[in-house]
Every structure is written in structure tokens, then in C-alpha cells.
């Protein structure tokens, strides 16, 4: 079939590339005409697992291509995917101006039937406000389908070509037909391509990333409290998880969830409520734990310190706000370092992708170094934010040595609390048992 994929942010290269490796020829349109020469070229913008071998094959095959020019890919496709920004405005509702803005070129460049896809999350009734704004300067019939993503960065190739679910949300049977035939190769597994009505569809994409925010914060208060009354958290947590309404995944506690998507989304359907006098009492909570969490190893540090980090030489392992991803959009490590700096502390940090991303925003601020190993050199204390692979197996032997209080202040509970006991290393977790080495 042919696809147009408008914006190439992280949503609209990942459905472009995946969509042309299922034999799709896909144009992607982006305004911005560097990124453009560069994608043409095979450079990849962003940093995805996967995601380079694919685009590389597509881009050799010419079945995915780039342009500037939004008139070019509208001509292209018969299925256009909306893949805009929708940041939060100041009081954190979804900001539609790029979205809407590109409908409204639309409305004056179609000639033939097209199916408008937002693929974007954006609040319930934009696929309402996308129609009518088309409506307004179209000279001819089209429909507007909301088809939310739910790629997870560091899996979104893994989660495009075999999703658990599509969500359409379209009254046209024409546009409905249209979206099964692309999708249907998605699903030869079995998992559903769920039909529903445009708002139903937006709607479910807020309320699950809310309700996994939810969860995980509810186990973070949970940790909390392990910490308080002595309970080992990983103990609970496999506790409750085995029961299948609960489920396993999502239960893991440790600094508060961060990213491009939970922190915006929570917000945005919490002020959505707001709009319709509907007061989500839950969706608050979560982000006031959820900011509180972000700080909880703080009180343990300076406790750790006597309350002096000042001068303190502190090595900050893993800063993008979950591994395999070099983007630290609201990464609760960013919040550990800020207080830390704050409090006069020195800030060495590793992570394996984030350290460009970290270095454009914190300038000379921190040390930014080469391994894992050199953070620690001459430190401390080492802090670990993000879990990384990479930090799961670490010579303890080099921590002892390089680390002068020999302490590890551990964001993602990522050792045994049994093997550190026998290294002599002081450390402290998120919700068990802390150990202080003597
Ligand atoms: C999320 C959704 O999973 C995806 O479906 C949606 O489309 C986009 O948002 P993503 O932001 O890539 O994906 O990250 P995800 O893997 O879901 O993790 C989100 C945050 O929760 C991370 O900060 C992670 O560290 C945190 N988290 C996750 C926990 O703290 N504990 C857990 O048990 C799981």
C-alpha cells in the first residue's frame, strides 16, 4: 500500500521504517531539511535497537523515502499518518497546535480520498477537531482514524511488527477496511485489531499508560513502606504478582518512572478531567508521589554524610530514564543530580548512550567519562539510575577500591541484597533491607 508518515520524531520513523519492511512504500515528511539530507542518506536520528538495520534495507530498496515537501507525501499516500508533536502546554494539556496546524494544510492539498491517521496521543475529541478542520478547505471525501501507539522506547521495533493489540478508532467502514488490510500482517499471531469508536480509542491510550504509572507508583509507596516496617519489597512483590489479576511486569520500584510519555500522558488526562470538571483524585497522587520518588535516595545520602556532601565526589551510573534508550526526557536521574549539585556535591556520570543528550544540558556542570569504571574513580559514593545491563555484574572489588566510603546508592535494586552482604559494601535500596557494611 501507499503510506505517508508526517513527522519524523521517534512515532514516525519507527511506523515508517516498520511499515515499508511489510512491503509498504512509505514517504516520511519532515520540515526540517537537515534531518531530512541525513535520513536520505541512511542516518538514523535517534538511538532504537533494530531500528538501523531496517531503515537501511528500506532506504536500499526505496520503499521508504523522505521529503520536505508535506504536498509530496499527501499526493503519495492513501493512508496518511498524523506523527506530530503534542507537548504539554504550561498547565500540562496537550499542546494540538502542530497537529491541527498540519490539518489544516491538509484540507487544502487533498484531491483524492485519503484516511487521516493520528497516530499521535492527543486528548479525547482531536480526531473530532482534525475532521473538522480538514473539512473546512477539502474539496473532497476523507476520513480521520485514531490509532494510537503503544511502541515502548528500546522496543518499539519489537513492538510494532508484533503488537498485542491495534486499537482503530473510525465509524468508516472504508477507512476501517483500509487500516485491516494494512495491519492485518501485524497480527497473523492472533492478537485482536480492536474496532472502536474515535474518542473510546483516544481515550484508551491515556488511561493505560495512567493506569502502568498508577501501578508502578503504587508499588513505589508500597517500597516506601516496606522501608518503614521492615518488609523486604521483592518479597511482596512476587507475592502479589503471581496472582494474575495483578500480573508480574510493572511491579518494579525504584525512582519514579520518567520519560516521554507517562510523565506528559498522566498529566494531560489529569487536566482533560479538569476541562470536563472531572477531578481524576488518583491521577494527582501518582504524580505527587511520583516527584517525591524521584528524590527518595537524597534523605539516605545525606543521611549516609551526616548531611556534608558538600565537596563530596559523587559517580552517577545510568542517566536516560530506562535502559536501551539514549533519552533522558524526565529522567529521574536528572533530578538525583540536580539536588545533588545543589547540596555542592560533584557529579561523575556514565551512561552508554545518554551522554550526549546529558552533555548538550549540562554543559562542564558534571564530569561526563568514558566507562563505568572511571566514574567511580577517586569517588565517593557511586548512585545508580538507570538499570543498564551493563551495571548488573560489576567488579565489586573496583568499587571497593575506587569508592572511598565503598557505598552504593541503588535507584533499581539491581543486586541481590545476599551477595552484597558478603562484598562489605554498604548499601542501600529502594524498599528492602539496607546493608551497612562495618
Ligand atoms: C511507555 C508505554 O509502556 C508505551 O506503551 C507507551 O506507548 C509509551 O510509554 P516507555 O516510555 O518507552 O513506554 O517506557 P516503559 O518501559 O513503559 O517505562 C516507563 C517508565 O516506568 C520508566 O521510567 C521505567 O523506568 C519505569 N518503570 C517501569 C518502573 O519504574 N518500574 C516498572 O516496573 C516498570
Given at each position: 500500500?501507499?503510506i505517508?508518515?508526517i513527522?519524523?520524531?521517534?512515532v514516525?520513523l519507527?511506523?515508517?521504517?516498520c511499515?515499508?519492511?511489510t ?7 519532515d520540515v526540517?531539511?537537515?534531518k531530512v539530507e ?5 542516518e538514523?536520528?535517534i538511538?532504537?535497537p533494530h ?7 528500506n532506504?536500499?530498496?526505496e520503499?521508504?523515502?523522505?521529503t520536505t515537501?508535506l504536498?509530496?507525501g ?5 493512508i ?5 508533536p ?7 494539556s ?6 491541527l ?11 483524492q480520498?485519503?484516511?487521516?491517521v493520528d497516530?499521535?496521543?492527543?486528548p ?12 473546512m478547505k477539502?474539496?473532497c ?9 503503544f511502541?515502548?522506547?528500546g522496543f518499539a521495533?519489537?513492538d510494532f511488527?508484533?503488537?498485542e493489540?491495534i486499537i482503530v478508532g473510525?465509524?468508516s467502514?472504508?477507512?476501517i ?5 494494512l ?6 499471531s ?5 474496532i472502536?469508536?474515535?474518542?473510546s ?7 493505560a ?6 501501578k508502578i507508583?503504587?508499588m513505589?509507596e508500597?517500597?516506601n513502606?516496606?522501608?518503614?516496617v521492615?518488609a523486604d519489597?521483592?518479597k511482596?512483590r512476587i507475592g ?6 495483578i500480573?508480574?511486569?510493572f511491579?518494579f520500584?525504584?525512582?519514579g518512572?520518567?520519560?516521554?510519555c507517562?510523565?506528559?500522558d498522566v498529566k494531560?488526562?489529569?487536566?482533560s478531567?479538569?476541562?470536563e470538571?472531572y477531578?481524576f483524585k ?7 508521589v511520583?516527584?517525591h520518588q524521584?528524590?527518595?535516595?537524597i ?5 549516609f ?6 565537596g ?8 536516560s530514564f530506562?535502559?536501551?534508550?539514549d533519552?533522558?526526557r524526565e529522567?529521574?536521574?536528572?533530578d538525583?543530580i ?5 547540596l555542592g556535591a560533584?557529579?561523575?556520570?556514565y551512561?552508554p548512550?545518554?551522554m550526549d543528550?546529558v552533555s548538550?544540558?549540562y554543559?562542564?556542570k558534571i564530569?561526563l567519562v568514558?566507562?563505568?569504571y572511571?566514574?567511580i ?8 539510575c538507570t538499570e543498564?545491563?551493563?551495571?548488573r ?7 571497593k577500591s ?11 535494586n539491581l543486586?541481590?541484597?545476599k551477595d552484597i ?5 554498604s548499601?542501600?535500596?529502594?524498599g ?5 557494611a562495618?
Open positions: 500500500m501507499k505517508s508518515v513527522g519524523t520524531g521517534y514516525g519507527v511506523t515508517g521504517t511499515l515499508a519492511e512491503g509498504n512504500e512509505v514517504v516520511c515528511v526540517d531539511a537537515q541525513k535520513m536520505r542518506k541512511g538514523v536520528p538511538y532504537e531500528l538501523d538495520v531496517l531503515f537501511e534495507r532506504i536500499k530498496s520503499r521508504l523515502t523522505f515537501s504536498k509530496e499527501l499526493m503519495h499516500g492513501e496518511i499518518f498524523l506523527a506530530l503534542t507537548p504539554a502546554d504550561e498547565d500540562g496537550a499542546d494540538l497546535s502542530y497537529v496546524g498540519v490539518a489544516d494544510q491538509i484540507g487544502g492539498l487533498i484531491s480520498y485519503k484516511v487521516i497516530k499521535s496521543t492527543v479525547v475529541g482531536t480526531a473530532d477537531k482534525v475532521k473538522e478542520t480538514i473539512a477539502a474539496a471525501d476523507f476520513d480521520v482514524v485514531s490509532n494510537p501507539e511502541l515502548r522506547e521495533v519489537n511488527l508484533k503488537p493489540r473510525s465509524s467502514k472504508r477507512a477496511g483500509l487500516m485491516k488490510r495491519y492485518n500482517p501485524f497480527v497473523r492472533g492478537n485482536p485489531i480492536l472502536m469508536d474515535e474518542k480509542a483516544e481515550l484508551t491510550k491515556y488511561a499508560n495512567s493506569f502502568l504509572a498508577t507508583t503504587f513505589n508500597i517500597a513502606y516496606c522501608e518503614k521492615g519489597v521483592d511482596v502479589m504478582g503471581t496472582d494474575s489479576r500480573g508480574k511486569r511491579l520500584p525504584g525512582i518512572y520518567g520519560g516521554s507517562f510523565p506528559k494531560a488526562l489529569l487536566n478531567g479538569k476541562k470538571e477531578n488518583i491521577l494527582d497522587a501518582v504524580i505527587r511520583n516527584e524521584k528524590k527518595i535516595l534523605p539516605k545520602i545525606k543521611t554524610f551526616n548531611n556534608d556532601i558538600k563530596k565526589t559523587l559517580a552517577v551510573w545510568g542517566l530506562k535502559p536501551e534508550t533519552d533522558i529522567a529521574p536521574s536528572l538525583v540536580e539536588e545533588l549539585l545543589s560533584r557529579i561523575k556520570a551512561d548512550e545518554a543528550n548538550k544540558k554543559g562542564d564530569e568514558n566507562s563505568m572511571d566514574a574513580e577517586n569517588s565517593d559514593a557511586l548512585i545508580i543498564w545491563s551493563l551495571f555484574t560489576p567488579d565489586f572489588n573496583k568499587i575506587e569508592v572511598r566510603e565503598k557505598v552504593i546508592f541503588d535507584g533499581r543486586y541481590n541484597i552482604e558478603k562484598e562489605e559494601i548499601y542501600f535500596s529502594i528492602r533491607n539496607d546493608v551497612i562495618n
